[in-house]
């Protein structure tokens, strides 16, 4: 495994969350980086990117005004707010082929394990 996400969990709507990715392996110290999710049944889908300075996000319009990506040195967040039950899913973080951000899981050479995120109704 190249990343570890962690943070998910069960939460009622309305709540919120903080996804934690971390770098053990330390791949996405230069390269921009992702969180995708994928629901039961769907495919995988993305939610939002970061560059690799951090001074430049991304996000899906599912998660725009709602989510906000950040990074330090050492690990890549997404804070969840007003979750809905339509964000549940397993978030998946990635690292990027380059250094900026991107919507294209093509983009993503190194993935996570996923952390589950259930938002009850």
């Known amino acids: 495994v190249q990343l570890q996400a962690s943070g998910g969990g069960l939460v009622q709507a309305g709540g919120s969350l903080r996804l934690s990715c971390a770098d053990p392996r330390r791949t996405f110290s230069n390269n921009g980086v992702g969180w995708f999710r994928q629901a039961p049944g769907k495919d995988r889908e993305y939610v939002a990117s970061i560059n690799w300075r951090g001074t430049d996000t991304d996000y899906a319009d599912s998660a725009k005004g709602r989510f906000t990506i950040s990074r330090d040195n050492a690990k890549v967040y997404l804070q969840m707010n007003s979750l809905r039950p339509e964000d549940t899913a397993v978030y998946y973080c990635?690292?990027?082929?380059?250094?900026?951000?991107?919507?294209?899981?093509?983009?993503?050479?190194?993935w996570g394990q996923g952390t589950l995120v259930t938002v009850s109704s």
């Open positions: 990635a690292s990027a082929l380059g250094p900026s951000t991107s919507a294209n899981n093509r983009g993503y050479r190194y």
